[in-house]
């Protein structure tokens, strides 16, 4: 079994674009066709506090933070 996820994991990861987009829907039919039960260990939780000058700041879905437009108002 450590073989094959070893063997998925190395594909996923040389996958890109659409591939890899493809690989995942696959995965979730395979889970949602199947008796699986799905729990999730741990969620990620990202809780900014700005100030109401901080203007352009943009965080993403998946957490990522970009900074290149941030400004501060007067």
């Known amino acids: 079994m450590l073989r094959i996820l070893a063997s998925a994991a190395i594909v996923l990861l040389s996958a890109t674009g659409v591939a890899r987009s493809q690989i995942y829907a696959d995965a979730l039919q395979i889970l949602q066709s199947q008796d699986t039960a799905i729990i999730p260990l741990f969620y990620a939780r990202k809780d900014f506090s700005l100030k109401p ?13 970009y900074l290149r437009n941030v400004s501060l108002s007067p």
Do not use: A, L, N
Not at 53 to 65: A, E, L, Q, W, Y
């Open 53 to 65: 000058r901080v203007k352009s700041f943009v965080h993403t879905p998946i957490g990522d933070v």
